[in-house]
């Protein structure tokens, strides 16, 4: 191989596996598609990647030159939309269709493609997420109307980080603490709702149990370090959204006093299968998938939520979500073979609706005030077996039908 080559070559990888990082690939997969795709290219390659770095190490076969590079990266966020054009670049490179100065060049017009939906809707999205999520927990209309106003609210302060850059690293606390700080205010005045529940309904998209489920599966396929890393980044994106909505409630208390509310156990009916189509689409939009994918995902949440019901039913609740996962998982990888797209599309609609990141917040707030933010609440033992019944279900589901390898 021409040094010229070998050079093009090793910076493609480098770009490859940066970006798809960047689109939120788990580091167990990522590392393989790019072990994969440089076997193919002609080189022999080895990769470490977590959370906020990557390692790449490469080598030409039959010699015992090497090439280290390292790179510093900010944590992974979702855009399913641009991971999905991404692997289809992956798969024209290795069918021969591009060379790799076009590939390099498609790739860098990826990171520069256009949402797929405007910020009004997205706008929308982060209200409806709260609002249904309230819906869920057994929240009147009340509530319903507070907690949506919360997620606006919320993704406000995420669209005031792109012309003020510095407020990106303290965004989730202070979102906390104005929506605990402002809700405690109405409800001072007279208005009748369950101030907590607002609270969380409004922090909801951060709330971090998809990616504390995605750190418990990268350490059961024993990648220890970025299964640990992404468990304790979830873990302090907890604390942090916590300590916000105390000290905003503790800065209200200065000021006037917050009646307290009784609380009403949550129960399933018609209206909770709404409110889970509204997560769903909400989900959709956040997740940035594209329409063309949007109805498969959409799908997916419906079938975990009436998946995970069914499974209540013959299982303790705490273990229902293996077969919500087993199902989903089964479902994803099935499309990725049939459809050729990543099994991130229609999995993390579908998951994200089984975890239960929000046990966690309630159970910290539990377990530091001694109060319940809802009537129907699991132990901390409950909660760390449910997280281990999704990933159980997804092992499963990899065993019974195993997802395209690049997926």
């Not at 009916?269 to 956040?286: H, K, N, P």
């Not at 299982?315 to 087993?326: D, K, R, T, V």
């Not at 989903?328 to 459809?339: D, E, F, H, P, R």
Request: net charge neutral; charged share 15%.
């Amino acid at each position: 191989m021409q040094p010229s080559e070998l050079i093009q070559l090793r910076r493609f990888i480098i770009e490859l596996g940066i970006s798809l990082h960047a689109y939120g690939a788990p580091s167990h997969r990522l590392e393989k598609l790019l072990q994969e795709v440089t076997e193919v290219l002609g080189l022999n390659g080895v990769f470490l990647v977590t959370p906020t770095t990557m390692h790449f190490l490469f080598r030409e076969k039959n010699s015992d030159e090497e090439y280290m590079h390292l790179e510093r990266l900010q944590p992974n966020l979702l855009d399913l939309n641009r991971l999905a054009h991404t692997h289809k670049l992956v798969d024209a490179v290795l069918a021969k269709q591009l060379d790799l100065p076009q590939a390099r060049t498609q790739l860098e017009a990826i990171k520069h493609l256009p949402d797929p939906y405007p910020r009004g809707l997205v706008l929308l999205a982060w209200g409806v997420l709260s609002a249904s999520f309230a819906v869920v927990c057994g929240a009147n209309m009340t509530e319903v109307i507070m907690a949506g106003c919360a997620g606006c609210f919320a993704y406000g302060l995420v669209a005031l980080t792109r012309v003020w850059p510095r407020l990106e690293e303290m965004l989730e606390p202070l979102t906390a603490l104005l929506i605990a700080f402002l809700s405690s205010g109405l409800a001072a005045l007279g208005w009748q709702f369950n101030v907590p529940l607002v609270i969380l309904a409004g922090v909801i998209a951060y709330i971090p149990g998809l990616f504390m489920t995605i750190g418990l599966r990268e350490l059961a396929a024993r990648h220890v370090l970025s299964g640990t890393a992404r468990i304790m980044d979830a873990g302090m994106m907890v604390f942090k959204l916590y300590f916000g909505a105390v000290f905003g409630l503790a800065l209200a208390a200065i000021w006037w006093t917050v009646p307290t509310v009784v609380i009403q156990p949550a129960e399933i009916t018609w209206v909770s299968y709404l409110a889970v189509l509204g997560l769903s689409l909400a989900l959709l939009i956040i997740f940035k998938i594209s329409w063309r994918d949007a109805p498969w995902g959409l799908f997916a949440g419906l079938i975990a939520y009436v998946s995970t019901s069914l499974g209540a039913q013959v299982f303790e609740p705490s273990l229902a979500g293996l077969i919500g996962a087993f199902v989903v998982g089964i479902y994803a990888n099935a499309y990725s073979v049939l459809k050729n797209r990543p099994t991130s599309i229609v999995l993390l609609p579908g998951i994200v609706l089984l975890v239960p990141g929000s046990k966690i917040y309630i159970g910290l707030n539990n377990f530091v005030t001694g109060q319940s933010i809802l009537a129907n609440t699991m132990s901390g033992a409950e909660v760390l077996l449910a997280f281990m019944a999704i990933v159980a279900g997804l092992m499963f589901a990899n065993m019974v039908l195993p997802p395209k390898r690049r997926h």
